[in-house]
């Protein structure tokens, strides 16, 4: 019997390519399914938002209230101040971190002496301890220093969550990086400080944007810190959408939705700025020659 012969462009179904699809698309349905409906909870009314159907008549106004633009406000929430708070806060941690994490990792990744990986470890663990542990402590040290319900409060304590995340992302950037590149510009008499700058930073700006990236989510995802050290003056975007499930004595499970909805904006829309250098970001280092 003579086999078919397929043409350009054509491929050869098999029940295993078609199960693995099949599993793939169950499993996006999934995982995407709590997204759908918070969005469709986000459109009902207060008489709606605890029914299960999906036939409900939607309306915009709740991003109305959780934004402040509609006449009767349900909660004393201010929404817009939380996220320019957030904003401010998880940018100037990142920029710490990155001002910071930078020289770090690379004299982590260049330098190797007794006790190094200990001290990196040690570092780590600081992302690995429960926030609980310290923030006892650390809510008695602010109350000290003024730093309670500030914004330079939350950028000082978001860096502790975010540095160490930097240090060991960019560590194993400079350490793929060659060290003949910089011997060479030592050889033309440049400093180290210079051959930093000039050679070895460039080539690792897709790593510091995918780090940057991590580090702002890391940071506006944090929920405790900002809930313990924060009052009203202060407050994140995460503190801001629970208060939204018991303002004025009722649960707006609504609203809660919608301000969820809005909080995820801002780390989206600057993945998607530096999308680019993401990817970029993420691959480095996958392939070696």
């Known amino acids: 019997m003579a086999r078919r012969v397929l043409g350009p462009g054509q491929k050869r179904v098999s029940a295993g390519g078609v199960a693995a699809d099949t599993v793939t698309v169950l499993w996006f349905v999934f995982a995407l399914f709590p997204i759908v409906w918070m969005f469709l909870l986000s459109l009902k009314n207060n008489v709606q938002q605890t029914s299960t ?115 060991w992302i960019l560590r194993s950037y400079f350490q793929d990086l060659s060290p003949e590149l910089e011997q060479a510009a030592l050889l033309d008499g440049y400093t180290r400080v210079r051959a930093f700058f000039t050679v070895a930073l460039p080539l690792v700006r897709p790593g510091i944007a995918a780090a940057a990236l991590l580090a702002f989510i890391f940071a506006w995802n944090n929920y405790i810190f900002p809930l313990i050290l924060t009052d009203s003056n202060a407050t994140t975007v995460t503190v801001a959408v629970t208060k939204f499930l018991g303002g004025g004595g009722q649960a707006y499970y609504n609203l809660t939705a919608a301000a969820a909805l809005l909080g995820v904006l801002p780390p989206l829309v600057l993945a998607l700025c530096i999308q680019r250098y993401l990817v970029r970001g993420l691959s480095f280092g996958a392939v070696k020659s």
């Open 53 to 167: 159907y999906f036939g409900f008549t939607p309306t915009w106004t709740n991003y109305l209230t959780v934004l402040g633009s509609k006449g009767e406000q349900l909660t004393s929430v201010d929404f817009k101040s939380a996220v320019l708070t957030s904003v401010l806060a998880c940018a100037g941690a990142t920029a710490v971190s990155l001002v910071v994490g930078i020289p770090a990792a690379y004299a982590a990744g260049r330098w190797k002496y007794k006790g190094s990986e200990s001290l990196m470890f040690q570092m780590l663990s600081f992302r690995f301890a429960p926030e609980l542990m310290v923030i006892v402590p650390l809510f008695v040290i602010y109350h000290y220093l003024h730093l309670f319900d500030t914004t330079v409060g939350l950028i000082w304590v978001l860096q502790l969550v975010t540095m160490p995340l930097v240090v």
